[in-house]
Nanobody, 117 residues
Framework: QVQLVESGGGFVQAGGSLRLSCAAS????????MNWYRQAPGKQRELVAT???????HYADSVKGRFTISRDNAKNTVYLQMNSLKPEDTAVYYC???????????WGQGTQVTVSS
């Protein structure tokens, strides 16, 4: 069982930056993937960024070049650095972990990001 706690959300003006953190209750080094999703009001949850065991990263086209996912295995924490934020980035951001065995999904409670124009 993995518990995830996000932090770092808030209110920022367009063009600003935020860094989200996702602290895991256990080791993240053995997890298959760590992901950041987001869900805007009235929209489906979408995958924003993926870190595959720290060996590769992938991004949604809408955030490519602006967002960076990274991990610190020693702190069991994953980060999402968000730069050049746009109003359309406004959403609740969720941390997700996928276990190596059975591909079990674990979710955090979410953190709100609001970008004003």
């Amino acid at each position: 069982q993995v518990q995830l706690v996000e932090s770092g959300g808030g209110f920022v003006q367009a063009g600003g930056s935020l860094r989200l953190s996702c602290a895991a209750s256990g080791s993240i080094s053995s997890l298959k993937a760590m992901n950041w999703y987001r869900q805007a009001p009235g929209k489906q949850r979408e995958l924003v960024a993926t870190d595959l065991r720290g060996s590769s990263t992938h991004y949604a086209d809408s955030v490519k070049g602006r967002f960076t996912i990274s991990r610190d295995n020693a702190k069991n924490t994953v980060y999402l650095q968000m730069n050049s934020l746009k109003p359309e980035d406004t959403a609740v951001y969720y941390c997700n972990a996928v276990s190596d065995i059975w591909s079990t999904n674990y979710w955090g409670q979410g953190t709100q990001v609001t970008v004003s124009s």
